[in-house]
């Protein structure tokens, strides 16, 4: 599935740490990487510098040059010996020219780290990362410099938790979950766990609607969403996840909160310094149902962005015409 696979850098060793997991991922499939560094000049001269702007273009040679240079380093590390790695380096907004390269170049993953520079260069989820999750058609893997996703670990098990909404839009984020399980641990160790969250009605409302209509309205909600993930897992386990060696369980769960719900189930009830949470990835599409109820880039999937040490793998699939 991950014919190639783009790797941005910004040249800070944080930044470095998607390299590994996405050299592993390559081997496995025998793919292409893409490193890539993106030289903005207007982050170096800024808008009020006439000065400096008049020397633009020795400031992009420069950098240019410094950034062929840095990729040429990278790519011939030891580590990164990989026939089919190649170079690529462009000069505009880092994020829409990334977005560009994706939609230009037939990428299929995306590998970087959520934490890049810090300061006024910072790439952190609420610029470069976020734009990125937000707006790419091929998925985004971030690895945490906090909490690793392992790769090749061998004999440990590895277990990646895909949120659902119920919608076919977040199903589109199952495929390259079950591909990145299947690259990362060997047979047999490999899970892929199916959540979907069920909000919780006030208990008022409840009532009223069983007086009304005669239905326990939350106890529906939550035995639709039982039906649905039972029906995707054993298609999943008789199909496609059955191919790649990997097991695919599911649970549902509920609560006020939604993100806050995810976030719990994923990293676990009590956050226990130095111990290893429940899975090792959350993987979630962002965009699900339409209208009032939409998992888009908003309220629950940005605050699962913005609060989850997990790794993450994030798809935002295109909306059907």
């Known amino acids: 599935m991950f014919k ?47 000065q400096a702007a008049a020397l633009a273009n020795e400031i992009r040679e420069i950098q240019e040059k410094e950034a062929q240079e840095y990729l040429q ?18 000069t505009g907004d ?3 020219t990334l977005l560009e390269m994706i939609a230009r ?3 299929d993953l995306v590998v970087m ?23 790419s058609p091929a998925p985004i893997l971030i690895q945490r410099e906090s909490y690793a996703f392992p790769c090749g670990t061998g004999s440990d098990n590895i277990r990646l938790c895909v949120a659902l909404d119920g919608s076919e839009l977040a199903e589109t984020i199952i495929r390259p979950t079950l591909y990145l399980a299947a690259a990362c641990a060997d047979v047999g160790k490999r899970e892929v766990h199916l959540l979907r969250v069920v ?3 006030d208990a008022d409302r409840v009532e009223i609607f069983r007086k009304i209509h005669k239905l326990d309205i939350q106890q529906f909600l939550y035995n639709e969403a039982t039906s649905y993930l039972k029906e995707i897992s054993e298609r999943l386990n008789e199909g496609a996840a059955a191919q790649l060696g990997v097991h695919v369980t599911w649970s549902v ?12 189930e994923v990293e676990g009830e009590i956050p226990v310094q130095h111990m290893p949470f429940p899975y090792a990835l959350l993987a979630l599409a962002t965009h699900g149902r339409s209208g009032i109820a939409r998992w888009a880039a908003g309220n629950v999937a940005e ?15 295109p909306k059907k015409q």
């Open 73 to 90: 380093r990278i790519r011939g590390a030891r580590e990164l010996e990989q026939p089919g790695t190649v170079i690529e380096i462009h």
């Open 253 to 264: 769960s509920m609560g006020s909160d939604i993100a806050q719900t995810i976030i719990r």
């Open 113 to 135: 780290s959520s934490h890049g520079y810090t300061g006024y260069k910072q790439w952190v989820l609420g610029s470069v990362a976020q734009k990125m999750v937000h707006d």
């Open 199 to 201: 909000k919780a009605i």
């Open 105 to 107: 170049g037939s990428i």
């Open 4 to 50: 190639r696979i783009l790797v941005p850098l910004d040249g800070s060793v944080r930044a470095e740490q998607a390299l590994p997991l996405a050299t592993h991922i390559a081997r496995t499939y025998n793919s292409i990487i893409v490193l890539t560094r993106i030289v903005d000049i207007f982050e170096t001269v800024g808008a009020s510098s006439i």
């Open 303 to 317: 605050r699962i962005f913005n609060n989850t040490k997990l790794p993450l793998l994030v798809v935002h699939p």
């Open 94 to 96: 880092v994020a829409t």
